[in-house]
């Protein structure tokens, strides 16, 4: 093992490096367009002064002495003393303006916990219950959709969806022990149990506890920021998988988080039993006012609560088929409303570089980047070009990336057509403001295409874009498709199926705003 620590060690320094290095690539990145744009020099922001914590949360210090390191935490372990480095708080916002407490560990102590999952799943891969698909080495977020997809329905379709109070952070500690114990459930080393229980009751501060040097001990929950976590969430709720296997139905866990359909109000009633019998066993909660409990799922109102889609891992589960969640599609017009004004509208309040005035009435310079950025996040990186030939030519794709590859099993492109429309809309319409703004302002103008003429691409003539007569690639100008996309993906899935998909990575819970990290803003 402390060859694996030093090894991963190595690892996780390598990776703080490389975000480091992208972040400032990127700030770097978005300044030189910034200075493109308006022709003034950015500006770089203040530096903030950053409080010292534990040299274990310095990159450079864990990769120049992860021996060492790895050395010393391998002799706390075999001597049953090892206690992780305590744990430094901050809070991140959220969408809805509140904050969410976040949980960072010491690059060590993170690389224990990885090599921990690691040997734990390994050995353990057999004795995972078949209806967990989080953390599985051999199953990802996609087989958890497909196999709930995979209902043979005969008449009505009853949803049971229970959501637990604070699940992370309610587990009792003792229940947690008592399962990493138990060695029908999980085969465990004795010192491998001492470090699940170190993890349980590490120490955790914020920045102003490390200054003063006066921590906290975890007393229940899950060490969150910790691959340990991952573990221990999973095993909290194993025999409650014990439980819905012996109902009938069809169910489907992604950690915490639980939907069992079945055919009959009788079979749901029993389903949501199981749930109940399973908090007054373990301690666990269930939130009332988040758990939607039982529900007919139709397009037709039925005598008990009816609706129309239930929401499970970024999919919305209807009776026609699969589909995009009205949630996804909002913010996903949030992302692209933000482009669109970065791109077109932003940068023209601090000025315009005239040295590109000369071919602003040919052909707009942001007007293309912002294409050619909502195309990168559609298509993962994959060009018109290959996207077209694939689906006309005979084309290959090597693998389907990004927001469509994800939306692979869609069944109903509904949402995706209503999204391709207004997308295309709010581009002209900004167009136009942007059109505006620079005839009153700096006395120039910017072509103001209508709707098709952005789909096609005819606003912009090849030519405008070759220099001196040169030959040069041409430029994709055609305006990009979620419902293209999307079909690309479909044939795809059914020529290749799912192994050469990229499935979004998870952490403690599955989050589908990870999706949108192809765009670059």
């Given at each position: ?29 978005y300044r030189e ?147 990493i114990s138990d ?200 060009k018109e070009l ?136």
């Amino acid at each position: 093992m402390r060859n694996e620590l030093r090894l991963e060690i190595k690892r996780l320094s390598k990776k703080a490096f490389d975000k480091e290095r992208k972040q400032a690539e990127k700030e770097e990145k978005y300044r030189e367009k910034f200075t493109r744009r308006t022709g003034l020099q950015a500006t770089r922001p203040t530096t903030r002064t950053r409080l010292s914590l534990h040299h274990h949360f310095n990159a450079r210090h864990c990769k120049r002495n992860a021996n060492v390191i790895a050395t010393a935490i391998w002799r706390k372990v075999l001597a049953f003393e090892y206690d992780p480095e305590p744990a430094v708080l901050f809070e991140i916002p959220k969408p809805d303006g509140s904050q969410r407490v976040v949980t960072a560990f010491g690059i060590p102590d993170a690389a224990v916990a990885n090599v921990l999952l690691r040997r734990r799943l390994n050995r353990n891969k057999k004795r995972l219950s078949p209806h967990s698909y989080a953390y599985h080495p051999d199953k990802n977020v996609f087989d958890a959709i497909l196999a709930l997809r995979d209902f043979d329905k005969d008449g009505k379709l009853f949803a049971v969806q229970i959501d637990f109070e604070k699940y992370f952070d309610n587990i009792p500690a003792n229940y947690l022990k008592k399962k990493i114990s138990d060695r029908s459930t999980v085969s465990l080393t004795p010192h491998e149990r001492h470090i699940f229980e170190a993890f349980l009751h590490h120490r955790f501060g914020d920045t102003e506890a490390y200054r003063t040097k006066t921590f906290k001990r975890k007393i229940k929950g899950t060490p969150q920021g910790s691959s340990a976590s991952l573990i221990l969430a999973n095993l909290a709720n194993h025999d409650l998988d014990r439980k819905l296997s012996a109902e009938s139905g069809k169910f489907v866990r992604f950690a915490d988080d639980v939907v069992a359909i079945c055919g009959s109000y009788e079979e749901a009633q029993r389903l949501e039993r199981c749930f109940d019998r399973h908090c007054v066993e373990s301690g666990l909660i269930v939130n009332r006012e988040k758990s939607p409990g039982i529900a007919i799922i139709s397009d037709h109102t039925q005598e008990i609560r009816t609706i129309n889609d239930f929401i499970y891992l970024g999919y919305a589960f209807k009776d026609a088929g699969l589909s995009m969640p009205e949630k996804t599609k909002k913010k996903l017009q949030q992302k692209i409303s933000r482009l669109v004004n970065i791109y077109l509208i932003n940068n023209l309040k601090h000025g315009f570089n005239q040295d590109r005035a000369n071919r602003a009435n040919s052909y707009d310079w942001d007007l293309l980047g912002l294409i050619y950025e909502l195309r990168r996040g559609f298509y993962g990186g994959l060009k018109e070009l290959e996207i077209q030939n694939f689906l006309y030519d005979h084309g290959k794709l090597k693998t389907m990336r990004g927001l469509m590859g994800f939306y692979c099993l869609v069944e109903d492109p509904s949402i995706l057509k209503e999204l391709d429309g207004w997308t295309v809309n709010i581009v002209r319409r900004s167009c136009t403001i942007r059109n505006r703004i620079l005839q009153n302002k700096y006395g120039l103008s910017c072509p103001t295409p209508a709707n098709q003429d952005l789909i096609l691409g005819n606003w912009m003539p090849q030519s405008a874009w070759r220099k001196n007569g040169s030959e040069q690639e041409p430029v994709e100008v055609q305006f990009p498709s979620l419902v293209r996309g999307w079909r690309a993906a479909r044939k795809h899935f059914f020529t290749f199926g799912l192994e050469e998909v990229q499935a979004p990575g998870y952490d403690s819970s599955f989050d589908v705003s990870s999706l949108f990290d192809a765009f670059d803003y």
